[in-house]
């Protein structure tokens, strides 16, 4: 799992409204949309409940520690999103507590491992590695079209992955699972076959000849430059919610709007509509 730097999220504060633009280009829906399309929510009664709904980020300590700016910028990206959102004054359990004894109806808190919200009304936890798959996925069939039917390569089959390929499944694609591990994309089939549209799901081992035949990507592997340039043709569209992008510079400047990439932004959006 990578661990998120401080640079990889100095820009997002100030990049919120233009970042929000741009995905109304790419999808047709801003980021609050998106993340409404990924909880399956009504857009206006989500906006109608959002205002009041307070939030606190908790700075957590442990483990490697407070990162420079991630609860200021998860507090930014909610505050954006239209949420009473704010950074606790406490860290840790202290932050907790004073969030429960305050009376605040959600809580997100990342250590090294999850980064999660929990509703303290309801006891719902949002974990931003689920909502991060989720929104990917939302995200690229708002900019397809829909993905009914269609076959999505998706990169990476650990737990963003196989999230992603779970609402792959569940918005009637057929997901194509490959992994550098080919026995991971493998144990990833068995998690889904049973599921209802299962068995459209198919395992690649040939990563050249996935890319070749199948436009609609998901690159959820935490690795960078994972898919070539001169892959990315006209038709392609990626959403990639692997940090680093699989995606580099060059090719990124390639295609343009046909890409999805931010490294917190739609994951966060997408837990906190669906933490209310
Ligand atoms: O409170 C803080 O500033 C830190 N404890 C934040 C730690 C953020 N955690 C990570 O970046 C981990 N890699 C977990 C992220 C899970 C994303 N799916």
């Given at each position: 799992m990578t661990r998120l730097k401080t640079s990889d999220i100095s820009h997002i504060n100030r990049s919120l409204a233009s970042y929000d633009q741009a995905l109304i280009g790419q999808t047709g829906r801003s980021m609050f949309g998106i993340a409404c399309h990924a909880a399956g929510t009504d857009e206006q009664a989500a906006r109608a409940k959002t205002d009041g709904f307070t939030v606190r980020v908790i700075p957590v300590t442990s483990g490697l520690g407070v990162i420079s700016r991630f609860s200021e910028t998860v507090c930014a990206i909610l505050a954006f999103l239209g949420f009473d959102a704010s950074v606790s004054k406490q860290t840790d359990v202290a932050g907790l507590a004073l969030a429960f004894e305050e009376g605040a109806a959600a809580v997100m808190m990342a250590d090294d491992r999850r980064f999660v919200g929990i509703?303290?009304?309801?006891r719902t936890v949002a974990d931003n590695t689920v909502l991060t798959g989720r929104v990917f996925v939302s995200a690229l069939s708002l900019m397809a079209g829909g993905l009914e039917n269609k076959p999505v390569l998706v990169m990476g089959c650990g737990p963003v992955g196989e999230s992603s390929a779970r609402r792959l499944l569940d918005l009637g694609a057929r997901p194509c699972l490959y992994d550098i591990r080919p026995d991971t994309a493998r144990a990833l089939h068995r998690v889904l076959?049973?599921?209802?549209?299962?068995?459209t799901v198919r395992v690649e081992t040939e990563l050249s000849r996935a890319l070749s035949a199948i436009p609609f990507i998901v690159e959820?592997?935490?690795?960078?430059?994972?898919?070539?340039?001169?892959?990315?043709?006209?038709q392609v569209r990626i959403a990639a919610p692997g940090v680093p992008s699989g995606v580099s510079h060059t090719g990124a400047r390639m295609i343009g709007a046909r890409l999805i990439h931010d490294k917190l932004e739609l994951g966060t959006a997408a837990m906190a509509v669906s933490l209310l």
């Open positions: 509703n303290l009304k309801n076959a049973p599921l209802p549209g299962g068995d959820a592997t935490p690795a960078a430059d994972t898919i070539p340039d001169h892959r990315l043709t006209d």
